[in-house]
């Protein structure tokens, strides 16, 4: 009985030059297992070598031999329609037949890569090498995944307008420095509660410290204690055919007991031990993540009173 299973006559191997010595990012894959994937920044060149490994030694006739650097961003949406923002393409091999195991050097120089690599829960965008051996019945393909950071940038805008934050498209840059003012938040129930949440300012790299304070201007509830939260909210897609997503990165308790009338509490809170993402604005028309930082009281009868503030992230 012959096996129902097609064997493919070819091995591919994909290496990049300096991939054993490179920076290396970890990230979780679709099953939550962490894989390493070597590590680029915009404008960079991706070279390599593409070895395809006869088996058997057997004469296998080909329709071309191709190298491309993909960029796409992929949703789990039937609705949402995938996007490839980048293709650059390099012939390796003309038609012809392959009697023994050869190896072919690529480059693709200077790339622009206007996007941060991302994998969320509804939408992942990704660069990767991909190898296809054309064949008259069935194509042999080989991928590698790289990663990609943009430093100092918030994913671009749509149709490259400045955002509210200052963000320009394009490639993504902005300026973060500037309009990176004090934020002040009332959470308050009339003649029942008041209180100030203050923070020193409305954007952070993905290493900063939050500081702030909680200030207690009228306290007639019995609050049991309070909360702060960081929530990443990704949106995918425009409406109607929207999805959104919401996950707590972190959340701790900050206060355990009621409070009185004009006491203040510090907050100090390290970015740096956390699975955050950059704040992605519209990336490419398809998708958006933003972090909000969350205060919530819960009182002794367990109604929760809460106040939710968007903070900017960015990668220095």
């Known amino acids: 009985?012959?096996?129902?299973?097609?064997?493919?006559?070819?091995?591919?191997?994909?290496?990049?030059?300096?991939?054993?010595?490179?920076?290396?990012?970890?990230?979780?894959?679709?099953?939550?297992?962490?894989?390493?994937?070597?590590?680029?920044?915009?404008?960079?060149t991706v070279r390599g070598q593409v070895t395809v490994r006869v088996i058997d030694n057997k004469r296998i006739e080909h329709q071309g031999i191709k190298v491309q650097l993909l960029g796409a961003i992929e949703t789990t949406a039937d609705s949402i329609k995938n996007d490839e923002f980048?293709?650059?393409?390099?012939?390796?091999?003309?038609?012809?037949?392959l009697r023994h195991?050869?190896?072919?050097?690529?480059?693709?120089?200077?790339?622009?890569?206007?996007?941060?690599?991302?994998?969320?829960?509804?939408?992942?965008?990704?660069?990767?090498?991909?190898v296809t051996v054309n064949r008259k019945s069935t194509d042999i393909l080989r991928?590698?995944?790289?990663?990609?950071?943009?430093?100092?940038?918030?994913?671009?805008?749509?149709?490259?307008?400045?955002?509210?934050?200052?963000s320009t498209s394009g490639n993504g840059s902005s300026s973060l420095v500037s309009n990176n003012q004090t934020v002040k938040m009332d959470?308050?129930?009339?003649?029942?509660?008041?209180?100030?949440?203050?923070?020193?300012?409305?954007?952070?790299?993905?290493k900063d410290v939050i500081v702030g304070r909680i200030y207690?201007?009228?306290?007639?509830?019995?609050?049991?204690?309070?909360?702060?939260?960081?929530?990443?909210?990704?949106?995918?897609?425009?409406?109607?055919?929207?999805?959104?997503?919401?996950?707590?990165v972190v959340r701790f308790e900050i206060m355990d007991g009621a409070p009185v009338k004009g006491e203040t509490i510090p907050i100090r809170l390290f970015l740096g031990g956390f699975d955050l993402t950059p704040t992605?604005?519209?990336?490419?028309?398809?998708?958006?993540?933003?972090?909000?930082?969350?205060?919530?009281?819960?009182?002794?009868d367990a109604r929760r009173y809460f106040k939710q503030s968007e903070i900017v992230l960015y990668r220095d």
């Open 1 to 44: 009985m012959s096996s129902i299973f097609w064997k493919a006559p070819l091995d591919i191997e994909i290496r990049l030059d300096n991939e054993d010595v490179r920076e290396h990012v970890e990230v979780k894959n679709s099953k939550g297992r962490k894989e390493k994937l070597p590590l680029y920044e915009d404008g960079e």
């Open 216 to 248: 207690f201007l009228l306290v007639r509830l019995k609050i049991k204690h309070m909360e702060l939260s960081l929530i990443r909210r990704e949106t995918v897609g425009s409406p109607p055919n929207q999805l959104s997503d919401s996950e707590t």
């Open 187 to 206: 959470v308050g129930i009339e003649d029942c509660l008041h209180i100030e949440f203050e923070y020193s300012k409305s954007k952070y790299s993905l």
């Open 101 to 130: 195991s050869e190896t072919f050097a690529f480059e693709f120089r200077n790339v622009e890569k206007q996007f941060e690599s991302y994998r969320g829960t509804n939408v992942r965008l990704r660069y990767y090498v991909k």
């Open 86 to 97: 980048l293709t650059l393409t390099t012939e390796l091999v003309s038609p012809g037949d």
């Open 280 to 300: 992605y604005r519209d990336v490419n028309k398809k998708f958006s993540t933003r972090t909000f930082l969350s205060l919530v009281l819960i009182d002794e």
């Open 143 to 166: 991928e590698k995944e790289l990663w990609v950071y943009q430093h100092n940038q918030i994913a671009s805008q749509e149709n490259g307008e400045a955002s509210t934050n200052g």
